[in-house]
């Protein structure tokens, strides 16, 4: 089965406490995104890669890394969280060009107090 | 710049039909797409319209699009529960074809 798959779904953290949320796709795909989901601001893009070791920002990248070491998997990193970073957390996946469909993953809604 | 507007909220009787609005900014953009988000999902594909074209149906969806005012449209008839989510527009803008530009997303709540 096509999916995106992330982990974990949900977490709740301390300021300061380094935290990796993994994304992994088995559609081959190119292009893989990290987007955040906050109310009444839609899905804004944090980090984009358009293949292995090709990574760059998106809107919002302040306070996160990425990674692209293997076409699969798209780890999103935050080094040192902030409680601004509370949100809902969205990895997806496309193959290149403007007609193609976005396959997201289930979410990770991440707390930090 | 780059900006696609909904209005957040919509709410309908079941049965009725439901029309979600959107206006976006690049008039470059060659497809258009609705994402639904289900509670406690992600976004899936609901439909999309290519640049060239003023309608697509399908099944219960109707999509318009005015190019000239920037605007798009999901029509839902005989609106069901099961319809109850987020609906979201996007664009892939040809300045920028690495990412989609999304909308706020419209909360559709049908009333039984």
């Known amino acids: 089965e096509a999916q995106v798959t992330q982990n974990p779904r949900y977490l709740i953290t301390v300021t300061g406490k380094k935290l990796t949320v993994t994304c992994s796709q088995n559609m081959n795909h190119e292009y893989m995104s990290w987007y955040r989901q906050d109310p009444g601001l839609g899905l804004r893009q944090i980090y984009y890669?358009?293949?292995?070791?090709?990574?760059d920002k998106g809107d919002v990248p302040e306070g996160y890394k990425v990674s692209r070491k293997e076409k699969r998997n798209f780890p999103l990193i935050l080094e040192s969280p902030s409680p601004n970073q509370t949100s809902l957390y969205f990895c997806?996946?496309?193959?290149?060009?403007?007609?193609?469909?976005?396959?997201f993953g289930q979410g990770t809604r991440l707390t930090v107090v | 710049g780059e900006d696609v507007e909904q209005s957040l909220f919509l709410s309908v009787r079941e049965g009725d039909s439901s029309v979600i609005n959107c206006t976006y900014t690049d008039s470059s953009s060659t497809y258009l797409y609705w994402y639904k988000q289900e509670p406690g999902a992600g976004l899936q594909l609901l439909t999309y319209?290519?640049?060239?074209?003023d309608m697509k149906q399908d099944q219960r969806l109707t999509v318009l699009l005015n190019k000239k005012d920037k605007h798009l449209s999901l029509r839902i008839a005989d609106t069901q529960t099961g319809d109850s989510a987020i609906y979201f527009c996007a664009e892939i803008p040809t300045s920028g074809t690495y990412k989609y530009i999304f909308g706020t997303g419209t909360r559709l709540k049908v009333l039984a």
């Open positions: 319209i290519f640049s060239n074209m």
């Open positions: 890669s358009m293949n292995v070791e090709v990574t």
């Open positions: 997806a996946s496309r193959t290149p060009g403007v007609g193609t469909e976005a396959f």
